[in-house]
């Protein structure tokens, strides 16, 4: 069954800089890859996602990147606020189901 | 929360009672599911429902069951809590008429077994 790897599991970046956050998937018939983002004491959200027939996708300054051949994606936050501050998540999924595979999680903390 | 709401948010409980979470929506969506999220395990699924009264089992589905009488309503029991299922436990929903599989969530139980 499909398999999803996600790191690092804790990120602390600088206020304003880059942070990007990496997953590998095993089941090459994957085509659905969402982010969702976790704040403390909520569920997670949906903030972005890519069909395996795009390569990037960008949504202000949140960005993910889908490499197929590799079996992996990447979420990339720029200009970093405080407020992104927060656990989040990779998953993928086929058509076959609607069972979304989870990442195990990256802490993302923002230093002032 | 997309309209879902879980109950209760917080349980203490002993080692061998029995536990019912419930979940329910006002979002009329096909698809329920529960997840377990624990430190470095991330969200794990214990049980899905596609439609009233099916049900399947995830990944961690032992010492669960669930029940689904109605579309809004998704159960979880725990015939007999143990120490290890100490966890926040999540539900969400889904819908096959929505764009890609995206799921709603949840606020969330806190369960402590001692």
């Known amino acids: 069954g499909e398999n999803v790897e996600q790191h690092p599991s804790t990120l602390s970046v600088q206020e304003g800089d880059s942070a990007v956050i990496k997953c590998t998937y095993s089941?090459?018939?994957?085509?659905?890859f969402p982010w969702y983002k976790q704040e403390l004491g909520k569920g997670p959200q949906l903030i972005i996602d890519?069909?395996?027939n795009v390569g990037e996708k960008k949504d202000q300054r949140i960005a993910v990147t889908l490499n197929k051949t590799a079996k992996h994606f990447s979420l990339h936050i720029t200009e970093t606020q405080p407020e992104d501050s927060a656990v989040y998540f990779c998953?993928?999924?086929?058509?076959?189901?609607?069972?979304?595979?989870w990442g195990a999680g990256t802490k993302l903390i923002i230093k002032p | 929360d997309a309209g879902i709401t879980q109950s209760p948010r917080h349980k203490v409980t002993e080692t061998g009672t029995p536990v019912t979470l419930r979940c329910h929506q006002t979002?009329?969506?096909?698809?329920m599911y529960w997840y377990r999220q624990d430190p470095g395990h991330g969200l794990r699924l214990i049980h899905y429902?596609?439609?009233?009264?099916?049900?399947d089992k995830g990944e961690v589905s032992d010492g669960y069951s669930v029940s689904r009488s109605k579309t809004e309503d998704f159960l979880l029991t725990l015939e007999s809590a143990t120490s290890s299922q100490t966890s926040v436990y999540f539900c969400?929903?889904?819908?096959?008429?929505?764009?890609?599989?995206?799921?709603?969530f949840g606020p969330g139980t806190r369960l402590t077994v001692l």
């Open positions: 890519i069909r395996s």
């Open positions: 998953a993928a999924s086929g058509d076959s189901n609607y069972q979304l595979i």
């Open positions: 979002e009329n969506h096909r698809y």
């Open positions: 429902s596609y439609g009233v009264k099916d049900t």
């Open positions: 969400a929903i889904s819908d096959p008429g929505l764009v890609g599989n995206e799921q709603f």
């Open positions: 089941d090459s018939a994957s085509n659905y």
